[in-house]
């Protein structure tokens, strides 16, 4: 919540229904962890331009999040990701500003499903990948950080 309160600029995001993200696990072929589908559920996509001025003029040492993306947006962009190159293990769920990936890795169907997830950053001019949070709440909280320590 407290992500979403500070963060989301424009109409107040709107929950995706279970059915949605399920359908994401379905085309990607891949469970979601918990702590990310209870967010959708809870608040849907974000959009979050106002992060990338507060980590440049902080001098942080973060990537900006630009959007945690909607259903349709992580189905189809993850798999045009995949035939430019990006491994096929990388489940794309939000963006940059430059149109970098923050990713999940895929957990099989068929696994057990983690309550949450590391969170990896594929950068697309470079094919390359790096862990960024040991889970999608830290990740959250990353960002919340930047306000306290300037």
């Not at 891949?30 to 992060?51: I, N």
């Not at 189809?76 to 995949?82: H, L």
């Amino acid at each position: 919540q407290s992500f979403v309160t500070r963060f989301h600029e424009g109409d107040a995001p709107v929950a995706v229904p279970l059915t949605e993200i399920q359908r994401i696990e379905c085309e990607l072929k891949t469970l979601l962890p918990g702590a990310y589908r209870m967010f959708m559920d809870a608040f849907g996509p974000v959009h979050t331009p106002s992060l990338l001025p507060l980590i440049v003029e902080g001098d942080h040492d973060i990537e900006d999040l630009l959007v945690i993306s909607d259903p349709k947006e992580v189905i189809d962009g993850t798999k045009a990701y995949w035939a430019a190159g990006m491994p096929s293990e990388l489940i794309g769920f939000a963006s940059d500003n430059s149109g970098n990936l923050f990713c999940f890795r895929r957990t099989e169907a068929g696994s057990s499903r983690a309550d949450d997830s590391e969170v990896w950053f594929f950068d697309h001019d470079y094919s390359d990948q790096r862990k960024v949070a040991d889970g999608f709440e830290e990740w959250l909280a990353h960002y919340l950080s930047l306000e306290q320590n300037p």
